[in-house]
């Protein structure tokens, strides 16, 4: 959609369609969707306007292929599972978002852009997350070669208690975690370089991240809200100085390993005794003298 189309307030012209003050788009109701057609003739879907439990994605709309998924279901929180067709090529971050029950999202096994394991959307090669369910409670493992977490990908997640993460990842991108309200301890892997803006802002639970020397920028709002936070990390390394350029508390760790110190945070405490009962009952595979952790 145009920025300037986006900025405009739409004005009601009947029960069926509003016009916006575009050249090109005009945005009707089909059902229970809000959409417009786009000038190649394809679909793009701006609203479920419904109230079901399941949605299935229509393929096409009178004729007009259904391609891209704009902040449609946001807000949405009768919806538990969502079906996509795999005509669809474009899925916004805040697609999503609000929509507090849903816990599956399932892409087609025809689409050539999208994949689905156990209700989780990645993209087709499945080295890309691109949407956790925000109604999915509990832990969750991300599945080795996911080398990307894309934008928002956990945002508002709020059941979420834990989250492994594998050493495969080396990219998280803006508002990934955050409102995470339930995640209390965070270890980042060597290989990521950065964490973006809003990162982990909301997360107000969160009392410690433990940060590689491989991150060298931190956007200044990726903890913000995070009123309980330490920061652990390498001497001299970017975090001790982030952490004291924003008053945030820091814990030096090194690489001398403990025994018990599951989570690599640099002391043994309740968290690592959690996790290795986790590991006992076969809930958790990374335990131990751990030089790289594995929980995030």
């Not at 999208?114 to 509990?138: C, E, H, M, R």
Request: aromatic share 12%; with cysteine; proline share 3%.
């Amino acid at each position: 959609m145009l920025i300037g189309v986006m900025m405009c307030a739409p004005f009601r012209v009947s029960a069926e369609e509003t016009y916006y003050d575009s050249e090109y788009y005009v945005e009707k109701t089909y059902h229970d969707f809000k959409y417009y057609v786009e000038e190649d003739n394809t679909c793009t879907l701006t609203k479920y306007i419904g109230s079901a439990a399941s949605v299935t994605i229509p393929y096409d709309i009178l004729g007009h292929k259904v391609t891209f998924l704009d902040y449609t279901f946001k807000g949405c929180t009768s919806v538990k599972s969502i079906k996509i067709p795999d005509g669809v090529t474009r899925i916004s971050a805040s697609t999503f978002i609000g929509c507090d029950n849903l816990t599956s999202i399932t892409a087609y096994k025809n689409s050539s852009v999208y994949s689905s394991v156990d209700g989780v959307l990645f993209n087709k090669a499945q080295d890309t997350l691109i949407a956790y369910p925000i109604g999915k409670a509990g832990d969750y493992q991300i599945p080795d070669g996911v080398t990307s977490i894309g934008n928002k990908a956990f945002g508002y997640c709020k059941g979420l208690t834990n989250i492994t993460i594998p050493e495969s990842v080396t990219w998280i991108g803006n508002d990934v975690f955050s409102c995470c309200t339930n995640l209390t301890s965070i270890t980042i892997h060597d290989g990521v370089s950065s964490i973006g803006k809003w990162g982990l802002s909301g997360c107000t639970n969160l009392t410690n991240i433990t940060i590689p020397e491989s991150v060298s920028w931190i956007d200044d709002k990726a903890f913000y809200g995070c009123k309980s936070l330490t920061i652990y990390g390498y001497e001299d390394s970017y975090a001790q100085e982030y952490a004291d350029e924003h008053n945030i508390p820091f814990i030096v760790i090194s690489d001398d390993k403990i025994f018990g110190d599951v989570n690599g945070d640099g002391g043994v405490s309740v968290f690592d005794v959690t996790l290795i009962q986790k590991y006992i009952v076969g809930g958790y595979s990374n335990t131990g003298n751990v030089g790289k952790p594995a929980i995030i």
